[in-house]
Nanobody, 124 residues
């Protein structure tokens, strides 16, 4: 499946932003999906992942209680609702997918499909 993320932009600290990631076809529902991010000069890090059905979710400690991951398989779309944004959330955000039931991994090399990133900038 091919992925295309959108929704990034500039927001003030404390604000909200919602990212979307559109899958290319109906096979999207067969893939577990995730969000990663990469700040300038840092390694790519796990943000959250969600199972194919959308029932199971997991977040990194740094975003837990502020970010919500969801998906709409009828629209082939993955979402990331980001609230209470902080300057340290500034990064290029990537969506990722992998085929099958295994829906949780913090290792980027275990996710086979990636979309181009969308930039989120949080000003203080």
């Amino acid at each position: 499946v091919q992925l295309q993320a959108s929704g990034g932009g500039l927001v003030q600290a404390g604000g909200s932003l919602k990212l979307s990631c559109k899958g290319s076809d109906r096979t999207f529902g067969n893939y577990a999906t995730a969000w990663f991010r990469q700040a300038p000069g840092k390694e790519r890090e796990f943000v959250g992942s969600i199972s194919r059905s959308g029932i199971n979710k997991k977040y990194s400690d740094s975003v837990k209680a502020r970010f919500t991951i969801s998906r709409d398989n009828a629209k082939n779309t993955l979402y990331l609702q980001m609230n209470s944004l902080k300057p340290e959330d500034t990064a290029l955000y990537y969506c990722a997918a992998r085929y099958g039931n295994s829906w949780y991994s913090t290792h980027s090399d275990e996710w086979g499909s990636w979309g181009p990133g969308t930039l989120v900038t949080v000003s203080s």
